[in-house]
């Protein structure tokens, strides 16, 4: 007796079939639907791209609410500016709003990525409890802040009540410190997201790596600064760049709380864009956004790049 054996036929010999009628190296057009991109790129062109290239083109004019026509001026915008003295002013003061949002976000994110590193159900619930402010109104933060650190406001009553006496501090009347109080609150609000992406960066980590530490006698403090923090070094460059392009551009927390105030120390540069604005002087006020775009392009992004060299080195 004999036995017949069909050959093996192979899944792609199977399927051959149905690609009969498909051209090789040819796709259709519904494989790359490509004109679902365009509402995004129209929203895209009408509210940034037109609005980017138009800024640099009225900074240069005499554009006014006191005119009908609006002419080329050249230089003229910038050099009254200088003059004045205001916009270097406010310049100062942005970076160094900027310089104290991105160290007191960066250090209460890692701290709190740090303390609820174990994934407990207790951990979870504090992670959505400071990630809560992230996803809230700036205006409604600084409001809220605002009302609370009044001299009759809910922190020095509370402080009354722990401490003798009466506390009565006005935490945002100083020219001193107010800067540093309303860039804890922008810090406040923003800090759960850098607690996550350092969260996200402390998982990535090996166990194995932490194991082998502890193995060769590392203590709690050389494992954090000798193997977690330079493992974090991606999540530290994308955190300082974020804080820092976000508080140069800051304006509604500062602007809920304090106003500029109080003598103007806390007057960010796009507070005085909108004061210019509200004034009808939009060619000044224009000149100002294309000055502060220019300073975030001199300053953050080489900071930026240096922490890029950083995480190559490490």
Known sequence: MTTMLEPH????????PSRAGA???RRSSSDHP??????ALAILAVFFIAPTVFNFVYAFTDWSSFKSEIGFVGLENFRDLASSGTLLADLRITVVYAILVAIFQNLFGLLLALLLERDTRVNRMARVAFFVPVIMSALAVGYVFQALLEPDGGLNAMLSFLLPGQVDVAWLGSTRWTIVVVALVHAWKWMGLSMLIYLAGLKTISDDVLEAARLDGASGWQLFRQVKLPLLAPAVTFNVATALLGSMNGFDVVQATTEGGPGGTTELLNIFI??????GLFAQA???SLTLFLVVALLAFPVIAGLRRRERVL
Not at 9 to 16: D, F, G, H, K, T
Not at 34 to 39: E, K, Q, S, V
């Open 23 to 25: 051209r090789p190296g």
């Open 9 to 16: 036929r192979a899944p792609q010999e199977e399927l051959a």
């Open 286 to 288: 224009t000149a100002m």
């Open 34 to 39: 490509l004109w679902f991109l365009l509402p």
């Open 274 to 279: 909108f004061r210019t604005f509200g004034q």
